[in-house]
């Protein structure tokens, strides 16, 4: 069973910067793809970025050219780089990885933006 341990959430101004990590209990050379979603409150969870084995990226449009997910396979452990954060950016993220069984996701990790 993979455990997912979300870390660096917060509260940080408009404009402001957070940088997420997300740490696995295995290998994460072996995960084709690992992501970080969000959930606001009142509102469905949404996928924010990918990252591949091979280092492919997506992201979703309101984050693209703010956010950064990156991974490091040595330290098991994903990032999410997040500038020029805005209210709307208020949201727990988790973490997510694409198994061959399925999903595995982490606890979440809550990011407020707010003056």
């Known amino acids: 069973q993979v455990q997912l341990v979300e870390s660096g959430g917060g509260l940080v101004q408009p404009g402001g910067s957070l940088r997420l990590s997300c740490a696995a209990s295995i290998n994460i050379f072996r995960i084709s793809t690992m992501g970080w979603y969000r959930q606001a409150p009142g509102k469905q969870r949404e996928l924010v970025a990918a990252i591949t084995s091979g280092g492919r990226t997506n992201y979703a449009d309101s984050v693209k050219g703010r956010f950064t997910i990156s991974r490091d396979n040595a330290k098991n452990t994903v990032y999410l780089q997040m500038s020029s954060l805005k209210p709307e950016d208020t949201a727990v993220y988790y973490c997510?990885?694409?198994?061959?069984?399925?999903?595995?996701w982490g606890q979440g990790t809550l990011v407020t933006v707010s003056s």
């Open positions: 997510n990885a694409k198994l061959t069984l399925g999903d595995a």
